[in-house]
């Protein structure tokens, strides 16, 4: 049995939530800062490569006797520069004035740098490029050398170091998320078990909750719970005792009188007072009766039945009990009163269920006439006890059916000294033992099908 | 025929007392049961009715004395609570019968008869039940005297219904009493033997039909 609770959101999702969303941040930081700061020797790396080749160039410029400059690059040394690269490499040399020298001519020119070499970013023909200047002194004046490349090995480094961050951090995220799961399930598993302990238990159950393991948070709450559940059964136990008493100063005058009175009677001669004493001892048996259904009703009541009260109990048995109880009473009044009965155990209080089965068939013979038939059934339909009394009597009336169940209630055509309290202790036996009371019109519309359902 | 009273409300007691007495029996009340734990030892008694609830030792404890000892004579208690923890508790400490405060003088005189013609019965071989008297060891069966031609299997039935007057036999164990070596006897046929028993007592005690559950002998027609 579990109870939805997922109208608030649970705290295992909360905390997921509130620890997933921030360590989720704190790694993407960490991939970028990972990356910027990865990016950053190799940009070094390949700029020092860049004026190496600004160098190198540069160490070819010369100032020739004729005072020009003349830059005379063997074609191995540009074959190096040029070699082993994705990149497109230029390069252009200029005089002082920043008049061409060699190189690539519409190379841009950039502005002279607080360092030697200095470094730039530009556009050539069309694509991005790195720029490493060399400002070398000659005689004739400083000679600028500026190296460039297209970024292709750059981008494929970037791409690498971003890559490589992102998988490393991804799967340490993964790791993290399914961290957190295990973690937070394990600390709630001492609410998950209380939770479950709850679950199985009876809503009539009032023994404490076990509260070893419990966290501090609900402790306070378990306590309470607790609490309540002792003074419930203290309640409970001084009502039961009330009641206890209650029936045993009742039952044991009330005996007393009619044994009496009954004794009486067959010992009077005379008739007329004969009759009378039967008066009184009639008066004597409602009484007791009377008294026999307010205690039972008492003792049916959800708030006096304890968990321990609730044994197996098969129907059968008792309604067998209570069909031999009422065989004399059914000869008398010339009703074939009979039983179906198929095994239909189910958890219950045996004696209120006697109870109210007694005041089924006792209603049953009351309200069936002569040469009717009282039939008590039970067995298990689709899984579950069920006991039905039917008769062939006067059947109660459609609109009367909500009622009959109250207590006191009397039907139009009651009949006999009931005290209107039998179908009401019927009802709150049903009610104590979450079964489903029906009644109903028996076969071919005539007389009743009274049914207790137990789920 | 003697029967011990043990109960501690003298109201009911003497009822209970008056009406043995009517019924002719000889009958003693005591209103605690170390006074009964006194009689019993001194005299003989072929029935107990105890009350439960009875002041310091309870009849519980009383029941369990009297099994301790030995006694066998049938008791049956009374009670004024509720629940079935005490009959279970009675029942599981040897008690015979059990019935619950109020009930009704003839109830308990009907109870204690068939008490009396079960232990009466194994003892002596002898049992009655209103007019009727069955000869256990010469399996023969009289009305107020006189013999009753009985096959052996309506012997065997009416037997059967007798020790346990006043209970529901069912079917079943009805057959598994006319059982013999020789044939098997059908549910139909017990149904057969049963009437034919029937008009044989005529009025001399009753054999109830319970549809579905079974047989039921009782004493007087009503």
Same mark, same amino acid.
């Given at each position: ?93 200029? =005089? ?41 002194? $000659?005689?004739?004046? $400083? ?45 709630? &598993? ?22 070893? %393991? ?5 402790? /306070?709450?378990? $306590? ?8 419930? $059964?203290?309640?409970?136990? =001084? ?58 009703? =008492?003792?049916?009541?959800? /708030? ?7 044994? =197996? ?40 269920? &006697? ?16 040469? %009717?038939?009282?039939?008590?059934? /039970?067995?298990?339909?689709? #899984? ?31 009949? #006999? ?9 019927? %009802? ?16 071919? #519309? ?10 | 025929? @003697? ?11 003497? +009822? ?19 006074? *009964?734990? +006194? ?16 002041? @310091? ?67 002596? *071989? ?79 005690? +009753? ?16």
């Amino acid at each position: 049995m579990s109870t939805k609770t997922d109208s608030a959101l649970s705290i295992r999702r909360r905390l997921l939530l509130w620890l997933a969303i921030p360590a989720t941040l704190i790694l993407l930081a960490g991939t970028a800062s990972d990356y910027f700061w990865g990016i950053d020797p190799v940009r070094g790396a390949y700029d020092r490569a860049l004026a190496d080749g600004a160098l190198s160039i540069a160490a070819h410029v010369h100032a020739s006797p004729d005072s020009r400059i003349r830059v005379r690059l063997p074609d191995e040394a540009i074959e190096v520069l040029r070699s082993n690269s994705s990149d497109s490499i230029y390069f252009r040399v200029s =005089a002082p004035d920043g008049s061409f020298l060699a190189g690539d001519p519409d190379l841009p020119h950039p502005p002279p740098g607080a360092s030697n070499p200095s470094f730039h970013d530009s556009m050539f023909r069309g694509h991005p490029i790195r720029l490493a200047s060399y400002r070398s002194t $000659t005689r004739l004046g $400083t000679v600028t050398t500026v190296v460039a490349e297209t970024l292709n090995k750059r981008r494929q480094i970037h791409d690498q170091l971003l890559s490589g961050a992102l998988s490393v951090d991804l799967l340490e995220l993964a790791a993290i998320l399914a961290l957190l799961w295990l973690g937070i399930g394990l600390a709630l &598993k001492p609410l998950q078990a209380l939770r479950e302990q709850l679950a199985r238990r009876s809503a009539r159950a009032l023994d404490p909750i076990d509260a070893t %393991g419990v966290p501090a948070e609900v402790s /306070t709450l378990v $306590t309470e719970l607790n609490r309540l559940f002792a003074t419930l $059964t203290d309640s409970r136990s =001084a009502q039961r005792q009330f009641l206890q008493s209650a029936a045993h100063q009742l039952r044991t005058p009330l005996t007393g009188m009619q044994a009496q009175l009954e004794l009486l009677i067959s010992e009077e001669p005379t008739p007329a007072r004969r009759e009378r004493l039967a008066y009184a001892l009639s008066a004597t048996q409602r009484l007791s009766h009377t008294t026999q259904q307010l205690l039972a009703l =008492a003792r049916s009541e959800h /708030t006096t039945a304890m968990d321990a009260d609730f044994r =197996a109990v098969d129907l059968a048995e008792v309604a067998e009990a209570s069909v031999a109880d009422h065989v004399s009473r059914a000869a008398a009044a010339g009703i074939d009163l009979g039983a179906e009965l198929a095994p239909a155990v189910t958890e219950g209080i045996a004696w209120l269920l &006697k109870e109210a089965v007694n005041n089924l068939v006792d209603n049953a013979l009351t309200y069936t006439p002569s040469g %009717g038939v009282v039939t008590v059934r /039970t067995g298990l339909r689709d #899984g579950a006890a069920f006991l039905e009394v039917l008769d062939t009597g006067v059947g109660i009336p459609a609109e009367e059916r909500a009622q009959v169940t109250d207590r006191f209630y009397r039907g139009r055509q009651s009949r #006999g000294t009931g005290s209107g309290l039998g179908l009401a202790i019927v %009802g709150d036996v049903a009610r104590l033992h979450d079964a489903v009371l029906s009644i109903e019109s028996g076969a071919d #519309g005539q007389g009743t099908c009274v049914r207790l359902e137990f789920l | 025929m @003697r029967v011990l009273i043990v109960e501690d409300d003298r109201v009911v007691g003497d +009822a209970v007392h008056g009406a043995f007495v009517r019924e002719g029996y000889a009958a003693d009340h005591v209103e605690s049961a170390e006074r *009964a734990k +006194a009689v019993l030892q001194a005299e003989h008694y072929d029935l107990a009715v105890v009350d439960i609830g009875l002041p @310091r030792e309870d009849g519980l404890q009383l029941l369990r004395d009297l099994r301790r000892r030995g006694r066998h004579l049938p008791v049956l208690m009374l009670t004024a609570r509720d629940g079935l923890s005490d009959r279970v508790n009675a029942l599981d400490l040897g008690a015979d019968d059990y019935l619950t405060k109020p009930f009704q003088v003839r109830e308990l005189l009907a109870r204690c008869r068939a008490l009396v013609r079960r232990a009466h019965g194994t003892a002596s *071989a002898q049992v009655t039940c209103g007019a009727l008297q069955l000869d256990l060891a010469h399996r023969e069966a009289s009305r107020d005297g006189v013999p009753l031609k009985l096959t052996h299997r309506e012997w065997s039935i009416l037997e059967c219904l007798a020790l346990n007057a006043g209970r529901i036999v069912s079917k079943d164990k009805l057959m598994s009493a006319t059982l013999s070596f020789s044939d098997e006897i059908t549910p139909n046929a017990v149904e057969v033997y049963v009437s034919r028993l029937r008009s044989k007592l005529g009025d001399a005690a +009753a054999i109830r039909v319970i549809r579905g559950l079974g047989y039921r002998l009782d004493e007087h027609k009503n």
